[in-house]
């Protein structure tokens, strides 16, 4: 199992970029897939999450309203449309998929931990 996250890059506060997550074969299949950033010194944090049907949606608190995640099951990918970006968002950002298959609760979605496999990260910069 790949994972490889692209489309990172420098904007402007205000601007806009989206995320894109493209997974080897099916491995994305009947798993959930999330976003996480990291900033040197600091733990990763949840950004979003989608389950494995792409019905379901969860965010961080910091990113509510602006970021948008999104699965295309049939091409294996996730996406993150991240709108309004402010300088505190720069970080590192990876795609992740959740190790539990066809997950149906609402708890694990936040817990890096609960991820097997992830991208290798893309990193977003904010200028203000």
């Known amino acids: 199992v790949q994972l490889q996250a692209f489309g990172g890059g420098l904007v402007q506060a205000g601007g806009s970029l989206r995320l894109s997550c493209a997974a080897s074969?099916?491995?994305?299949?009947?798993?959930?897939g999330g976003w996480f950033r990291q900033t040197p010194g600091k733990e990763r944090e949840f950004v979003a999450a989608i389950s494995w049907y792409g019905d379901r949606t969860y965010y961080g608190d910091s990113v509510k309203g602006r970021f948008t995640i999104s699965r295309d099951n049939a091409d294996n990918a996730m996406y993150l449309e991240m709108n309004s970006l402010k300088p505190e968002d720069t970080a590192v950002y990876y795609c992740g998929r959740l190790k539990t298959p066809l997950y149906s609760g609402s708890y694990f979605y936040s817990i890096s931990e609960e991820y097997d496999y992830w991208g290798q990260g893309t990193q977003v910069t904010v200028s203000s």
């Open positions: 074969g099916d491995a994305f299949s009947k798993h959930a």
